[in-house]
Structure formats: structure tokens, C-alpha cells
């Protein structure tokens, strides 16, 4: 049982507390936390404060030198932090393994960039100097989600962090433990109070959001990321906000059925479905569809469901039974709309959290599972009887994050990358992509850059000087 512990202004609280995350694989108990008070997050917020001149003075190289320590640090206790990981939100250990690396890579891009995120000189007269740079814009509220607790968190924290900002870090209440050990191997190399740690679910995000911060970057839900923009435009602070998705993916004809299905199968089940830029809708082109949908089903039953800790699992339980009821329902309340079930789409018997990957057919813009974001092991399909269709359909969504097509027609893939008004367009790959790609979600699906080295700019304002001389 790990007994998380909360960093407040530089000193660890003791350990353990009010909630309990339980294993989503057989419903044990996982993690003792505390919730912290109102009182809690003013002293983390104070304390972030107080450090944050002496920690924006140092030298950039000096700030990348320690997260680089901090990531050599992270990379041995990777076994730990996957285990931690699978046990509070049941992704199998492989990819929590993976998804620890990705975290590591991400803190050294970081620290060797930090260093690097450099201002302009200005063209003035000869007698002046004239200026932009960049400055730490102060006390960083991190606010991150359970899914994929490391990798997320360590791009937020390396990038704030290597700018000369002060960090009050809140990891997701599903896991705790992650962020808690996460914290613990980071702050060893920082000075104290430059990171601190509070735990506890929404309400904490909340009062934090709320507080005297510069910056509010939230990793999360939509409808938690509109409130945190509603309290910013109150306080000031800047939101940053990469939240939830409905993202689509088309099948145009002419596609070979059985590779488009493995690629469906891979970006709606992987990680269950609890993937920000996971497919979460599919338009299939009338020609493709009856095979492509006989391939889907076939591959959802070659996948094997089971706890994450047993490396023969393909699909880990949901993180909770809470989320699972809410998957549940959208795959209800769709086949009582008239979706026809093909595989999967029932809650099994026992302990754990389990939800088999599951295809709805015969699916209207109108249900829930097309419209909002289901994040779980469910592809809901629509047949269109063309590519025009198929665009205006994908594009037509609450939410902006990204899309894929899978089309052997090269004007259909420049279309839709032009046309379709998301952050991310891909082409015959549902993951993948050049190192440090970046892109602005668009509509209910955040502000800003999240990541890359725009999130270093994100971090930091910047500042004009214009010296003179003063007169002889
Ligand atoms: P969530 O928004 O419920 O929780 C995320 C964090 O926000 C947690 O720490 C939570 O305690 C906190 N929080 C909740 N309500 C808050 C409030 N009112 N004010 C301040 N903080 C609050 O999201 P989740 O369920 O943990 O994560 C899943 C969501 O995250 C999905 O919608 C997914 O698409 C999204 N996500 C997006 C990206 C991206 O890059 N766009 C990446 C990963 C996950």
C-alpha cells in the first residue's frame, strides 16, 4: 500500500489519508491519500512564491543541469513508477513501462532546450540596446489526469520548471501514487520549495486554479478545463488547457479492409480507449464497410482483456468502475438509439473494472458515443456513402483535438488536412509523428501549446528592453 505524502512549502507531510485508490484490476486497496485543505494550498502556494525569485535567477544551464539529474533519476525507478502506474489505472505494464520512458525523454528534451529557449536582439540605434527575452512567469499550477500519469506530467513539470518557474504540482486522485513518486525523485535535485505537491481530487484542482498563480496548466477533461478558464479570467493567470476529444477517423474506399481495421482496433482499444487522441468515431465508406467491419470484430476477438500486471494482457481493466459505468452507458443508450452491437458491450461478471473492446454499427451523429468523448474500448461506426460526407461529418464535433484518414487518394489526404479544423491531421498512421510535433487543440479541446518546444514559450513571458545612455 503506498501511503502518499503531500510537499508543502518544502517539507513532507506525513503520509497517508482520507482516500483510497483501489486497484482497477481486482478492487484491492492500492493507495492511502490525504486531501489537502484550504489551508494546504495556500502555504503550497505561498511557499512556491517565496522560492520562485532565487529559482528564476539561476542560470538556465544550472536549472538544466538538475532536471537532467532529475531524469537519470526517474529512468532507475522506471520499474517502480510502471508498477505504480498499472496498479492505480490498470494499463498494462509494458506500456506503463513505455509510457515512463517517454516521461524521461521528455524531461532531458527539456533540460537540453531550456537552456536554449533564447530571446531576440533588436535592431536600435547605435547608442542603445534594444531587447526581447523571455521570463519565468512566476508560480505554475501543474493539474494532470490519470491516463498516462507520467509522460504527461513530466513534459508539464520540465518545461515549467527548466524556464525558471516555481511548480505546485496535482496529480489526478486515480493516481496518486504515481505523481507522489514522480515528485519524490524530482525534488531531490531542485532547491526546496521550487516543487511542491498537493493531493486530493477536484476541489483541490479547484481551489488551486483559483489561487494567487501565473500560470493554471491543465491536462484533463473539458468540463474541468472550462472551469479552470473561468476561474483564470477571475484571478488572471494564464490557462493552459489540452483536454478531452471526440476524435474522428475515416475509412475511404479503395482501402485494403483488414489493414484499416488494425488500425481502428489499435486507436480505439489501445490503453482501453483511454487516450486523449484516441479514435472515438468512425466514418466507413459504403465499398469498405462490409469487410472492414467483419475485420474489426475479428480483431476485437483476438485481443485478450485481463489485469495489466500479466504480460499476455492487451487491454487492461478501465481505471475505475465509475468510468466504466460511464462507458457503459453511451454503448447502452447507442444500441437503444438504434446502433447495432457487433462485439463486446457488456459489463462481466467479478472483480475489476473489465470492458471488452466493443464495435457499434449503424451509428447516428446524434448519440452521445458519436458526439462526446467515450474514452474506452468501443468504435462506433457510420457508413457514408462518400469522402465528402465523411469530412463534413468528422468535422462537424464540439471538440477540435485531432483526426485521422486512412485513403489511397492523395487529393483526399491533402483535403483533409486542409479542411478538417483540428489540431492534428494524420494520414495512414493513427499514431505516430515527428519528435516535438505540436499542435493548438481547437474548441472544447483546450488552448495553447502543450507540448514541444512551443511549450517553453508557453512557460515564459517576454520582455522588451530599450537602454539608452543617459546624457553626457
Ligand atoms: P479531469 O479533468 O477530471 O482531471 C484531471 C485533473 O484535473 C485531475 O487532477 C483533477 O483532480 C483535476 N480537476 C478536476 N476538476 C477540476 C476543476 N474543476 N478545477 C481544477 N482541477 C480539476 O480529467 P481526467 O478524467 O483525469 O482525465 C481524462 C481526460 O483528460 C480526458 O478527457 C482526456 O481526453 C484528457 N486528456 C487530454 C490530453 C491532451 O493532451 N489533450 C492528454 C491526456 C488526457
Redesign the pocket.
Known amino acids: 500500500m503506498y501511503e502518499v505524502e503531500q510537499l508543502i512549502d518544502g517539507a513532507w507531510s506525513p503520509g497517508g489519508g482520507d482516500l483510497t485508490v483501489r486497484d482497477p484490476a481486482d478492487g484491492q486497496p492500492v493507495s492511502r491519500v490525504p486531501v489537502a485543505s484550504p489551508a494546504d494550498v495556500d502555504a503550497a502556494v505561498k511557499g512556491a512564491r517565496e522560492a520562485a525569485p532565487a529559482w528564476a535567477r539561476m542560470a538556465p544551464a544550472d536549472r538544466g543541469a538538475a532536471l537532467r539529474r532529475a531524469a537519470d533519476a526517474v529512468e532507475s525507478a522506471a520499474d517502480r513508477l510502471a508498477e505504480a502506474i498499472t496498479a492505480e489505472m490498470g494499463k498494462p505494464l509494458e506500456g506503463a513501462r513505455a509510457s515512463v520512458d517517454a516521461g524521461v525523454g521528455t524531461l532531458r528534451q527539456y533540460a537540453e532546450l531550456g537552456p536554449l529557449h533564447r530571446g531576440a536582439a533588436l535592431a536600435g540605434g547605435a547608442d542603445t540596446v534594444d531587447l526581447m527575452a523571455h521570463e519565468p512567469r512566476g508560480v505554475v499550477a501543474v493539474?494532470?489526469?490519470?491516463?498516462?500519469p507520467v509522460a504527461?506530467s513530466c513534459g508539464l513539470l520540465g518545461a515549467a520548471l527548466v524556464t525558471g518557474n516555481t511548480v505546485v504540482y496535482?496529480?489526478?486522485?486515480?493516481t496518486p501514487a504515481t505523481g507522489w513518486l514522480l515528485a519524490r525523485l524530482l525534488n531531490e535535485y531542485l532547491p526546496a520549495r521550487v516543487l511542491s505537491l498537493l493531493t486530493?481530487?477536484?476541489e483541490?484542482?479547484?481551489a488551486?486554479?483559483g489561487h494567487e498563480v501565473d500560470v493554471v496548466a491543465?491536462?484533463?477533461?473539458?468540463?474541468?478545463?472550462r472551469?479552470?478558464a473561468a476561474?483564470c479570467a477571475r484571478t488572471g493567470a494564464k490557462a493552459l488547457l489540452?483536454?478531452?476529444?471526440s476524435d474522428p477517423l475515416i475509412v475511404d474506399e479503395n482501402v485494403d479492409p483488414q489493414w484499416a481495421a488494425e488500425q481502428v482496433a489499435l486507436g480505439a482499444f489501445a490503453n482501453s480507449g483511454?487516450?486523449?487522441?484516441a479514435v472515438e468515431r468512425v466514418y466507413a465508406h459504403r465499398a469498405t464497410a462490409p469487410q472492414f467491419l467483419a475485420a474489426l470484430v475479428q480483431e476485437c476477438h483476438e485481443l485478450r482483456v485481463g489485469p495489466g500486471r500479466d504480460p499476455r494482457t492487451d487491454l487492461g481493466p478501465l481505471v475505475d468502475r465509475r468510468h466504466r459505468d460511464h462507458v457503459h452507458a453511451q454503448v447502452t443508450e447507442a444500441v437503444s438509439e438504434g446502433a447495432r452491437l457487433l462485439c463486446g458491450g457488456t459489463v462481466p461478471e467479478g472483480p475489476g473494472a473489465y470492458y471488452a473492446p466493443t464495435v457499434l454499427a449503424d451509428c447516428t451523429d446524434e448519440m452521445a458515443v458519436m458526439r462526446e468523448?467515450t474514452?474506452g474500448p468501443v468504435a462506433p461506426v457510420m457508413v457514408v456513402n462518400s469522402f465528402d460526407e465523411a469530412l463534413s461529418r468528422a468535422a462537424d464535433s464540439p471538440y477540435g483535438?485531432a483526426a485521422t484518414v486512412l485513403t489511397a487518394d492523395w487529393e483526399h489526404a491533402q483535403r483533409a488536412w486542409r479542411e478538417l479544423p483540428v489540431g492534428t491531421v494524420k494520414v495512414n498512421a493513427v499514431f505516430g509523428g515527428a519528435p516535438g510535433g505540436a499542435a493548438h487543440?481547437r474548441r472544447g479541446?483546450?488552448q495553447g501549446f502543450?507540448?514541444g518546444p512551443e511549450l517553453l514559450d508557453e512557460m515564459t513571458v517576454v520582455k522588451v528592453g530599450h537602454l539608452a545612455q543617459p546624457p553626457h
Open positions: 493539474i494532470t489526469p490519470w491516463n498516462d504527461v496535482k496529480p489526478s486522485e486515480r486530493g481530487g477536484g483541490v484542482g479547484a488551486l486554479a491543465h491536462v484533463g477533461s473539458t468540463a474541468a478545463g472551469s479552470i476561474a489540452e483536454n478531452g476529444g483511454q487516450i486523449c487522441v468523448e474514452f483535438l487543440p479541446s483546450g502543450g507540448y
